[in-house]
C-alpha cells in the first residue's frame, strides 16, 4: 500500500509559521505518540488531529530527515 505523506508550511495569524505532515496512515501508526517524538526531534511544540501533525515554526528538512530514518521511502515523502 502507498502512502502519499505531505509535509507543507502553512502560515497562521500573526505571520506564525506552522509544518504540516499528512497522509500518514493513523490506523497502523499512533500520530500522537509519533507527534511527540517529531516535537522532540525538531525541538518544538505541536499536536495531532484531524489525520495530520501540527508543528510550530518551519520544520520542512527536518522532518523529512526524521521520516526517512522512521523508515518510510524517499519517493512517499513530497515536500511543499
Same mark, same amino acid.
Given at each position: 500500500?502507498?502512502?502519499?505523506?505531505?509535509?507543507?508550511?502553512?502560515?497562521?495569524? +500573526?505571520?506564525? *509559521?506552522?509544518?504540516?505532515?499528512?497522509?500518514?496512515?493513523?490506523?497502523?501508526?499512533?500520530?500522537?505518540?509519533? *507527534?511527540?517524538?517529531?516535537?522532540? +526531534?525538531c *525541538?518544538?511544540?505541536?499536536? *495531532?488531529?484531524?489525520?495530520?501533525?501540527?508543528?510550530?515554526?518551519?520544520?520542512?528538512?527536518?522532518?523529512?530527515?526524521?521520516?526517512?530514518q522512521?523508515?518510510?521511502?524517499?519517493?512517499?515523502?513530497?515536500?511543499?
Amino acid at each position: 500500500e502507498q502512502q502519499r505523506i505531505k509535509v507543507r508550511l502553512e502560515t497562521r495569524k +500573526f505571520g506564525r *509559521a506552522v509544518t504540516i505532515i499528512e497522509g500518514i496512515n493513523d490506523k497502523d501508526t499512533d500520530l500522537s505518540r509519533l *507527534a511527540q517524538k517529531m516535537k522532540t +526531534f525538531c *525541538a518544538c511544540g505541536g499536536t *495531532a488531529k484531524n489525520s495530520q501533525i501540527l508543528l510550530q515554526g518551519d520544520h520542512r528538512e527536518k522532518v523529512h530527515t526524521y521520516l526517512l530514518q522512521l523508515g518510510y521511502p524517499q519517493e512517499n515523502i513530497e515536500i511543499q
